[in-house]
């Protein structure tokens, strides 16, 4: 993989894929979107329209598929783990060939699984910050000021993963390798975890649940700190709070957005996978165990 020109697939194409690919795309680089046929036909049209402060309002010519059927350099992974095994049926392990499979999900078991199908060596889980939502097919809305990725991938040899990272970077989003994988997703999750959970079990935005519902998240906070910190992770809840404090009051998470529109949650990658970690490493996490209890009986 070259800086010069790559050829990037991109399966699920939504608010934080497509403004990847349309970046890329914009940039010079050849970008195959893999998505619904419907999708896909809107995009080989209309291409992605992405509006922009950070990357100005622009036009990205794209091609799209319903599954990848040549090698690529790279594919980029913006699906939700509710929709990842199916999703996955676009990217076939011979199409690939031996580009590299970079998933941006939240979580932090998916790398296993995805490696048992794709090879140890190239998949390169990835974490993004960014706010951005698909307001149409084809058409994103990025409202952050920045957009952040760190690579990651300890099995995947640094000059690959430098390669990448070069590519995205001369695209538009700051992006850095990461010498270590597992602190790399848990910084995420650590932070993600408390967030999500608590937001969406009470229904409300982050200012409501740093004053009306501290304690809990507090508790919530130093669970998920001890559990990082025992996988590997950094353990600072102190910091973590600090950056709740921090968020403008009204921020929600994508989880509690996922329930307000009625679409399948990721509990199960979030909050069932850091109480799968704690039980792994003997730590307790009762406030965790009941949030996610009660978001199960709630029928999420």
């Not at 392990?93 to 078991?109: F, I, K, S």
């Not at 048992?116 to 974490?127: E, I």
């Not at 229904?203 to 990082?228: C, F, K, Q, Y």
């Amino acid at each position: 993989m070259t800086q010069d020109k790559t050829t990037v697939a991109v399966l699920g194409p939504g608010g934080v894929g497509g403004l990847l690919a349309a970046l890329l795309a914009r940039a010079g680089h050849r970008v195959i979107c893999l998505a619904g046929e419907d999708t896909a036909r809107t995009l080989r049209t209309d291409g992605i329209r992405v509006r922009s402060g950070r990357f100005g309002d622009f036009t990205a010519r794209v091609e799209a598929d319903t599954e990848l059927r040549e090698p690529v350099d790279a594919c980029l992974v913006a699906v939700k783990h509710t929709t990842l095994a199916a999703a996955l049926d676009r990217v076939p392990a011979d199409a690939l060939g031996d580009g590299l499979l970079v998933p941006l999900l939240n979580g932090v078991e998916h790398p296993a699984a995805l490696r048992a199908r794709y090879g140890t060596d190239r998949v390169a889980p990835a974490v993004i910050r960014v706010e951005s939502t698909r307001v149409a097919p084809g058409v994103v809305a990025h409202a952050s000021p920045f957009a952040e990725v760190d690579l990651a991938g300890d099995p995947v040899p640094r000059a690959r993963l430098d390669a990448l990272a070069a590519t995205l970077a001369a695209a538009g989003p700051a992006t850095r390798v990461l010498d270590d994988e597992a602190a790399a997703l848990w910084a995420k999750m650590s932070f993600l975890a408390p967030l999500a959970l608590l937001t969406t079990r009470h229904g409300l935005p982050l200012g409501d649940i740093r004053t009306r519902h501290r304690d809990e998240l507090t508790a919530l906070v130093t669970e998920t700190a001890a559990v990082s910190g025992a996988c590997g992770g950094p353990a600072d809840p102190t910091g973590a709070l600090a950056r709740y404090d921090a968020f403008p009051a009204g921020m929600k998470s994508s989880m509690q957005r996922d329930a307000e529109a009625g679409r399948a949650l990721e509990l199960d990658a979030i909050g069932g996978a850091l109480l799968r970690a704690a039980e792994r490493h003997g730590v307790p996490a009762p406030v965790t165990a009941r949030v996610v209890r009660e978001l199960t009986d709630a029928g999420y």
